[in-house]
């Protein structure tokens, strides 16, 4: 049985094969109602930050049978949200990133502990004890 959780883990191990970096899942659960994960990413132009939303996009399709209800900014490549209902991928330029600073903004919640392979990612081992 798929979960959000592993979901999650699926979108950044797929922003990190497209270099994608600072890649944080932040568990919201307790604190929205709306979704569960924040998968939290930097892409350094419009075209890589359309790149990894593609392959988030992608990868999801293909291992968990999922397709995002709604997207946002893919136009202008500066901030995509991909919203996929129990998580909601954010790929940010590193301008928009600095300026929303979403961790900071949620930096009460735990965060998801993601695979060794996911590149610059942080990691709250309190926060997954349960996998």
Not at 35 to 52: E, L, M
Not at 82 to 98: K, W
Request: with cysteine; net charge negative; hydrophobic share 45%.
């Amino acid at each position: 049985m798929s979960s959000s959780k592993e979901w999650a883990r699926i979108a950044a191990t797929a922003a990190s094969d497209k270099k994608a970096t600072d890649i944080i899942a932040i568990d919201v659960a307790e604190l929205l109602v709306v979704t569960d994960y924040f998968v939290i990413c930097t892409g350094n132009t419009d075209i890589q930050v359309r790149a990894i939303a593609e392959e988030v996009e992608d990868r999801l399709r293909e291992e968990a049978g999922i397709k995002p209800i709604g997207r946002e900014g893919v136009n202008e490549g500066k901030w995509i949200l991909l919203d996929f209902a129990d998580f909601v991928v954010h790929i940010f330029q590193p301008e928009e990133r600095g300026f929303y600073r979403l961790e900071t903004l949620w930096g009460d919640a735990p965060r998801l502990e993601l695979p060794a392979e996911v590149g610059g990612a942080s990691a709250s081992p309190a926060a997954d004890s349960d996998s």
